[in-house]
């Protein structure tokens, strides 16, 4: 089958390799319909996280039909249309029966490659998505391998398109939970999302179908902005003004009463701070640039809550923590407990509040998905999100 | 459980001793190293300082140096580095805890079925039982197979069992499993401390971490896989999956 493999830092390439197959009876196999690029994979082209090995099958959002499952798969089968969460979750473990399918203690063959590294626990597994968090082929392939196919596929049954229910496998749910994770009081809350890619986008709506009274981005690209003003958000470029000064005007003073950092490790931002950051990760001292990190902290109103959909992998040095400490901040983070939130979301796009294609920009084969995962990086031609037809 | 096994009474001098498991903190050097080291120091020093080569010189010296070092202060900074941790009797002590999904007794019951260890810990090659409480050991070691004989020292159903290696053992060796019922509706929490004194003392304990033997990294995956198999009753893999290694010839 084809595969879009990773290759090295900042190479990626479209193969063949072989077909997956059942490894064990709880597995099944999916015919991928549609896959899409997400931001966090930039981390991985960038070379940011580490324990990626060369030949790894990337693509961490993915939906298909079920062609094969084995003798210990019970709901489904054959046949069946489905959405796959991006993370892997054994449903059997205590995370997983609260709900924290992202926490889930068994489903990472190599716990111990993270826990060296996260203090003695380890992440569940995710698709595509390095060896630290198992090592699992991804979905930007014409077949995937689905362990634990009785708990993460979830069977699409309205004849939505594909486009519609794609994002429910990571970054509508990772939107959402960002959003979820503020408390946001209905008509009184006022939410600043920094980042405008796609996690930031459904964020921001997410803020809204919450009833955030109003909703800020931040971002510079002028498309993402516009595509966040579409929806009726109020917007601000930090290129051109200064955020810090423009989110207390528009909150009166007070600060957002919550935000949400939709940007993670890899900020852009400027000043002595952003350069220093950049310079270290490139020396490989540090794993993360913080530009958004340190703004989310230093203009989040008292009480308030910061929310991070964004990904940070390692230390970081320079956080305003006074601030924070001084305003008795929340924080909130972590990867998406998407299992939970697909069925609820699946309602809310069935019942047309939200059409979640609104975010697609690009739309390719696989041949094509090296020359756009340098376009999404660049931020070139509009690109927002990019999804592919691995058979096209 | 029978009632009328004969179990070990603590307060039977006969008996073997439950054995310390506290730990004091690392690479307190024993006596007996401490004055081998002391000796090897000084001897290396001496012959650094006669050596007419001066790279020999600087490293027998250096070396020589070190080690008088260490057996002077009783500490073995490499030891320390490595975070080999010790108990009050100059055993390597490894320690480590995980929170099964299953009830107390249950999870007693497998470990008390001696014989089913070694599919647990891989590094087991076989237990044997020989009676109640005694049972022989064999394990894979870099050297070939070891093998000792070991007595249950102390067996609570559902709680505790404990366990020490008999006198003339290859390894000595002693450990306790502890069953806890872990707070809420989340199982039981399963504790293992074992102790065991390494062929060549703290020296011995720190060439075998540098050739990769990892005892605390054993345990903690030992006590990974039988969590994962008494809530799964399997293990995830993504051994045999597609890649692109496996066009290129290599393994997929
Ligand atoms: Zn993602
Ligand atoms: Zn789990």
Request: some cysteine; glycine content about 12%.
């Amino acid at each position: 089958m084809k595969a879009i493999v990773w290759q090295g830092t900042n190479s990626v390439g479209v193969e063949t390799v072989p077909d997956p197959t059942l490894l064990l009876p709880t597995d099944a196999i999916v015919r991928v319909t549609s896959t899409a690029i997400c931001g966090s994979d930039l981390h991985l082209l960038d070379g940011v996280i580490p324990s990626m090995e060369k030949g790894d099958i990337l693509g961490h959002e993915f939906m298909g039909e079920v062609v094969e499952v084995g003798r210990d798969v019970r709901k489904l089968k054959v046949g069946d249309r489905v959405v796959v969460p991006f993370n892997i979750a054994c449903g059997a473990c205590d995370p997983c029966r609260r709900g924290l399918f992202s926490a889930c203690d068994n489903s990472n063959p190599n716990h111990r490659m993270a826990e060296a590294l996260y203090g003695g626990v380890s992440g569940g597994g995710l698709f595509g998505y390095s060896h630290m968090y198992g090592g699992y082929a991804g979905g930007q392939a014409q077949y995937v391998r689905v362990p634990f196919a009785d708990v993460g596929p979830y069977r699409i049954e309205s004849d939505l398109r594909d486009e519609q229910v794609l994002f429910l496998t990571d970054i509508f749910p990772t939107g959402y939970q960002a959003a979820e994770n503020c408390g946001i009081l209905p008509g009184r809350d006022v939410v600043a999302v920094f980042g405008a890619g796609p996690v930031g986008q459904f964020a921001a709506r997410s803020a809204q179908m919450l009833g955030a009274a109003n909703v800020i981005v931040i971002d510079r690209v002028p498309e993402r902005l516009a595509m966040a003003a579409a929806a009726g958000c109020q917007v601000i470029n930090y290129e051109q003004e200064d955020v810090l000064i423009a989110l207390r005007e528009a909150t009166g003073g007070r600060g957002p009463d919550h935000v949400i950092d939709a940007v993670g490790m890899e900020a852009h931002g400027h000043g002595p701070g952003a350069l220093v950051d950049t310079a270290k990760q490139r020396l490989k001292l540090s794993f993360d640039r913080i530009t958004a990190l340190r703004w989310a902290l230093l203009s989040c109103a008292k009480g308030g809550t910061v929310s991070l959909p964004g990904v940070y992998g390692g230390l970081i040095d320079k956080v305003p923590m006074g601030a924070a400490f001084a305003k008795g901040l929340t924080f909130k983070m972590g990867q998406t407990h998407t299992h939970r939130h697909i069925g609820p979301l699946l309602s809310r796009i069935e019942a047309g509040e939200i059409d979640p294609s609104f975010v697609i920009t690009h739309r390719a084969s696989l041949d094509q998905a090296p020359d756009l995962y340098r376009t999404f990086r660049d931020k070139h031609d509009g690109c927002v999100k990019v999804v592919l037809n691995p058979w096209a | 459980m029978s009632e009328d096994r004969p179990i070990p009474n603590p307060n039977d001098p006969a008996a073997l001793p439950e054995a310390d498991l506290t730990e004091t903190g690392t690479a307190h050097l024993p006596t007996l190293e401490r004055s081998v080291m002391g000796s090897v120091g000084v001897a290396l020093m001496g012959a650094g300082l006669r050596s007419a080569r001066p790279f020999q010189k600087l490293v027998l010296g250096g070396v020589g140096a070190g080690l008088t070092a260490m057996a002077a202060t009783g500490r073995n900074p490499i030891a320390a580095a490595l975070k080999i941790r010790q108990t009050g009797h100059g055993e390597v002590l490894v320690r480590d805890a995980v929170t099964v999904g299953k009830p107390a007794d249950v999870l007693y019951g497998v470990w008390r079925n001696l014989t089913g260890l070694p599919r647990l810990m891989t590094h087991l090659q076989s237990v044997e039982v020989l009676d109640d409480t005694q049972s022989r050991w064999t394990v894979q070691a870099p050297t070939g197979t070891v093998s000792w004989d070991a007595q249950i020292t102390a067996d609570e159903p559902g709680h505790r069992l404990a366990w020490a290696s008999l006198p003339g053992a290859a390894i000595e060796n002693h450990g306790e499993v502890v069953f806890r019922t872990a707070p809420g509706d989340r199982g039981t929490e399963v504790v293992v401390r074992l102790a065991y004194r390494p062929p060549g003392g703290t020296l011995g304990a720190v060439t075998a971490r540098l050739f990769g033997e990892e005892p605390a990294q054993q345990l903690r995956d030992d006590l990974m896989r039988f969590k994962r198999e008494q809530e799964l009753g399997f293990a995830p893999t993504t051994e045999g999956q597609s890649s692109g290694r496996a066009t290129h010839g290599g393994q997929a």
